[in-house]
């Protein structure tokens, strides 16, 4: 019974989009510091991810490094894409019906092919230069860390920090 347990999970999990976070199960982010404000980010998706949204992801994450390491816009210098793809074959299936009138016996035989499934793993790389200071007008490249993670954070479920919002200062409650 436990066995039939952890495979119905594993295809539940299986059946799930990659989640934004570091590297897991489902896939998810890598990064590394290369420099001193220059990062590869690098983001490997599962089968039921849309490649936009491995995109978001790795743009998300380019946003969240520069703002964590104390910079405020980041120019992404480099992109790749290394997807990589597979087949999943489904075998066909074959039966025979016999019935039989006296003496004289007839064979039907029904076959369905097999099919081919072409499933994607799409990935997002990108190298991003960190800076401090106003983002330049003039550079389609270049980012407002801050202003991505405003509009993309809601378009990949990445909701702000609880910590952030402990972090607001509030009225000091009225004494009795």
Same mark, same amino acid.
Do not use: W
């Given at each position: 019974?436990?066995?039939? =347990?952890?495979?119905?999970?594993?295809?539940?999990?299986? %059946?799930?989009?990659?989640?934004?976070?570091?590297?897991?199960?489902?896939?998810?982010?890598?990064?590394?510091?290369? @420099?001193?404000?220059?990062?590869?980010?690098?983001?490997? =998706?599962? &089968?039921? *991810?849309?490649?936009?949204?491995?995109?978001?992801?790795?743009?998300? #994450? !380019?946003?969240?490094? *520069?703002?964590?390491?104390?910079?405020?816009?980041?120019?992404?210098?480099?992109? =790749?894409?290394?997807?990589?793809?597979?087949?999943?074959?489904?075998?066909?299936?074959?039966?025979?019906?016999?019935?039989?009138?006296?003496?004289?016996?007839?064979? #039907?035989?029904?076959?369905?092919? &097999?099919?081919?499934?072409?499933?994607?793993?799409?990935?997002?790389?990108?190298?991003?230069?960190?800076?401090?200071?106003?983002?330049?007008? @003039?550079?389609?490249?270049?980012?407002? =860390?801050?202003?991505?993670?405003?509009?993309?954070?809601?378009?990949?479920?990445?909701?702000? @920090?609880?910590? @952030?919002?402990? %972090?607001?200062? *509030?009225?000091? !409650? %009225?004494?009795?």
């Amino acid at each position: 019974m436990k066995k039939l =347990a952890l495979i119905c999970s594993v295809f539940v999990l299986s %059946a799930c989009s990659t989640p934004y976070g570091k590297y897991g199960l489902l896939g998810g982010y890598t990064d590394k510091r290369i @420099d001193e404000n220059t990062f590869s980010i690098s983001v490997d =998706a599962n &089968g039921y *991810t849309s490649k936009q949204t491995a995109s978001m992801h790795a743009f998300y #994450r !380019a946003a969240e490094l *520069t703002v964590e390491n104390g910079f405020d816009f980041f120019v992404i210098v480099d992109t =790749a894409d290394d997807s990589r793809s597979m087949a999943m074959t489904a075998p066909g299936t074959s039966y025979t019906t016999v019935n039989s009138y006296g003496s004289t016996a007839y064979a #039907r035989t029904t076959r369905t092919p &097999g099919m081919v499934v072409p499933i994607r793993f799409p990935n997002s790389t990108l190298t991003i230069k960190a800076l401090k200071g106003a983002k330049p007008e @003039d550079n389609p490249n270049a980012y407002d =860390a801050r202003s991505v993670m405003k509009y993309l954070g809601p378009e990949i479920g990445v909701t702000p @920090d609880k910590k @952030d919002a402990a %972090a607001t200062p *509030t009225a000091p !409650a %009225a004494k009795q």
